[in-house]
Structures are given as structure tokens and as C-alpha cells.
């Protein structure tokens, strides 16, 4: 049975291309292992607080010399971070804004990206402490970023791929719905990206 952390970052609810390409994926996982569990974040709805001077602070001190305060500031990020160790499958559902990722999936990265919790400088250079995880990026854009002139104008992909990295998050796939703005291929861009994942 794998357990798979879906992280869905789109105000669109059920219209988003990014959140149904994310379910394509994790239909195709459970169709290989019914028995899957999949645990579902959405980062809007946790609304995960931009970090602030006590969250840098606790970030920083031994867990026993958290305060009361310093432990309710950490609430959220403790349970994001238990939520990445108990998977054994990533999937995060990005839609392109603005050539980057939306500001509440930044939000959740800065409260999963933790010293001594998932990432270490123990040996003298940094060491991510997740281990053993398969990631999928679901990244929908209304432009085409794969190939063509705006290729390098993707910020997404390139900074997910380091800061996953960064905390030993590796093993990564993307699929794409690309093309759902421009006339002539948003026609069947759903349709390709979706069908990419089961091809």
C-alpha cells in the first residue's frame, strides 16, 4: 500500500487543470496498488502563515527549549513535515502564475523547508533528509513552456526541482497541461496532458 501526499495549489476547485492532472496521476498509482491512501493538502485552504521573526527563531532552537508560543507557531509546519515522512508519494498540483508557483505553495515550502527536520549541514554541506520518495509535478500553464521561446521564461519547474531536491526529494516526474490559453491548442490541451500520464 503506498501513501500518497496529494499538495494542490489552485483556487479553481475542480476546474483547475493543474488539480485534475494531479488526480490523473494518482488515479494511474491506485489503478497499480488499490490499496493506496491518499492524504489531500490544499495549501489554499491551510492558508500557512508567511513566516515570521518566531517561526525563523524556533526553526533554530533544540525542540526542547521550544516555549508555548514557539509551539504553536511550529503547529503547522510540524504536521506538513509528519505529512512528507509518512508518504511515500508526492504529487503537487501547480498552476503557472505569473512564470512561477502561486504564493501558497511558496508558503507551504517555507514551512516543510526546516533545519535538523529536512535538511541538514551536519557533514559541512547541505543534505536533505527525505528519503526514498517518488515525486510527480502537475504543472498546468495557459503558455507553452516545454520547448519554444518561453522555455526559459519557466520558473517553476527549475526552483521546485532544487528545493524538492534540497530536502532529498530527487526522484521526480513532471506531466504538463500546457497550450490552455492559445488558440489552436487549448482546444485539446486538457485532453493531451491528461492522456500524457496514462500513455
Known sequence: MKKILH?????????SNSTQLGNTIIE????????????VNNVLEKDYEPLQAI?????R????????????????SDTAVSELFDAD???VSVPLYNFAIP??????IDHIVRPGKTFSYQTGKPEGLLKGKKVYLAIASNGVYTDGPMK?????????RFILGFIGLTDITTYRIEGAG?????ETAVQKGLESVLA
Open 7 to 15: 499538495i494542490i495549489s489552485s483556487p479553481r476547485g475542480a476546474e
Open 89 to 91: 508519494v508526492l504529487v
Open 152 to 160: 526559459s521564461m519557466d520558473y517553476a519547474e527549475p526552483y521546485l
Open 103 to 108: 504564493a501558497a505553495l511558496k508558503g507551504w
Open 61 to 76: 532552537l533544540p525542540e526542547d527549549h521550544h516555549s508555548l508560543e514557539h509551539k504553536q507557531a511550529l503547529r503547522d
Open 182 to 186: 492559445i488558440p489552436g491548442v487549448m
Open 55 to 59: 517561526h525563523v527563531t524556533a526553526y
Open 28 to 39: 494511474k498509482i491506485k489503478k497499480e496498488d488499490p490499496q493506496s491512501k491518499v492524504t
